[in-house]
């Protein structure tokens, strides 16, 4: 299997094909729904974001809270398509990488090819096993958003299947 | 009348909720067992190991089987002749949210769904109360996450309206749900009542032993070629194809009016979750 290592830059996105599985070492920013919102907001009213976007990955994931001895709790990914309204502007301030499950839109899609970025998926509904490979864990913001807030997830062997890749093909299509 | 004191319910409920959230239902793990036996693309088959995996390290380990610990539905089935000392809903609710901070599970309730302005919080669950005959109380949760619920459907039929054009809706709701609820899927399906009551036997569908057909002949007929048609989808695990897309298909109805025929799908993920306990 491919090891993916981070921080991601556009060469070695380049070299990543629809349909590849991959496991990752590096870092994932989990950020879901209220996240996106507030991050799409801020980017367009030009303020200042939790953690610099610039060539890293964002994970679709609101964790459960860890059980004691244990990094962190069930930790799967959500639906991506919730997020795809806000993916475009993610995009455009420099975001590489998204890691979530199932489809995304048109508009996503050509925003992917447009900014030589990748869509992953990871193991849907198996967010127990997931919890394995996360080592450590950074609050990074957006507290008050609870299990929505932005973690940073230092992950080791994560498993990743390349679903959108920077030239736009698609294993949905 | 029997009396039953809320402390022991409140028990009950509690290691019923944890069960609930950390032990794969037998029937549902069996299933996939089966799916992944019969499947041959070595992909597809790392797919299904990687679900039986989640379901064993989340058993052994005490963890949620899914982040998405849900919205807790319960269906509470309460005899006519039982007495409790204080309100079973908020004995329910108490013990339910007690359960879920005992787990380390997440919180996912957003008290007002338009302003969102708060932290989720483990209250208020959903209650569905039936009071049968005699001194039985059972208390059933089904743990629902939202991936999956979001891509519920309910239409309201003509009366008239042939069993094609049924079948044919309920494949294409799960058409719709793609690869994005967590296939492969049980398929719940109501059929009957009024709107909202279509939607609950639609929930309640998913309780049944999916190993188990139904009991009504015409229904597991119907159940069966829903489920060859679904497959042939082909949306698969991880929505990466092969002739799983479904581990059960399973129908409920109940009477309705002369002039409607509703009809609501319910789609659970592959982690479908409940668990009961009688009291």
Not at chain 2, 196 to 204: E, S, T, V
Not at chain 2, 207 to 221: E, G
């Amino acid at each position: 299997m491919k090891k993916l290592t981070g921080p991601l830059t556009k060469a070695k996105i380049k070299q990543l094909r629809a349909g590849q599985v991959l496991s990752y070492d590096g870092i994932l920013y989990t950020a879901r729904d209220q996240a996106h919102k507030r991050m799409a907001a801020m980017i367009n009213k030009k303020q200042e974001l939790p953690f610099i976007l610039k060539n890293q990955v964002i994970y679709y994931c609101g964790p459960n809270p860890a059980l004691p001895g244990r990094v962190i709790g069930a930790c799967g990914p959500t639906t991506s398509s919730r997020m795809d309204r806000f993916t475009p502007i993610l995009l455009k301030a420099g975001l590489l990488g998204m890691v979530g499950k199932g489809e995304r839109s048109k508009e996503v899609l050509s925003a992917i090819k447009k900014h030589k970025a990748v869509y992953f998926i990871t193991h849907a509904g198996c967010g127990a096993l997931i919890s394995e490979y996360v080592k450590s864990k950074k609050f990074v913001g957006f507290g008050d958003l609870g299990p929505e807030a932005v973690f940073a997830f230092s992950v080791q062997d994560f498993p990743l299947m390349v679903a959108i890749d920077s030239e736009g093909d698609s294993i949905y299509d | 009348m029997r009396k039953i004191k809320s402390e022991l319910i409140k028990k009950k409920i509690e290691s019923m909720v944890i069960r609930a959230n950390t032990q794969l239902r037998p029937d549902v793990l069996a299933a996939l067992k089966k799916a992944k036996a019969k499947e041959k693309n070595k992909l597809l088959h790392n797919m299904f190991s990687a679900i039986i995996e989640n379901a064993g390290v989340a058993r052994n380990k005490k963890l949620a089987i899914c982040q998405d610990t849900g919205l807790p539905v319960v269906f509470l089935e309460i005899g006519d002749k039982v007495c409790v000392d204080k309100n079973i809903e908020d004995i329910i609710n108490q013990a339910t949210a007690s359960a879920y901070k005992k787990g380390y599970f997440r919180a996912s309730i957003q008290k007002d769904p338009l302003l969102r302005a708060k932290r989720p919080s483990y209250e208020p669950v959903i209650i569905h109360t039936n009071i049968v005959n005699g001194t039985r109380l059972k208390i059933t949760l089904l743990v629902k996450g939202f991936g999956c619920e979001n891509k519920a459907s309910v239409k309201m039929f003509n009366p008239t309206t042939n069993l094609a054009d049924i079948e044919n809706f309920i494949v294409e709701v799960v058409r719709w749900a793609g690869a994005s609820a967590c296939p492969p899927y049980v398929i719940g399906v109501g059929i009957g009542g009024t709107q909202d009551f279509a939607g609950l036997l639609a929930k309640k569908a998913l309780l049944r032993s999916i190993t188990k057909p139904n009991n009504n002949k015409k229904l597991a007929s119907l159940e069966k070629r829903l489920i060859n048609r679904i497959n042939a989808l082909k949306i698969g695990p991880m929505g990466l194809g092969g002739n799983s897309t479904v581990l059960g298909v399973n129908i409920k109805t109940y009477p309705t009016h002369i002039a409607g025929l509703p009809v609501a799908v319910n789609i659970s993920c592959h982690a479908l979750r409940s668990a009961s306990v009688v009291i």
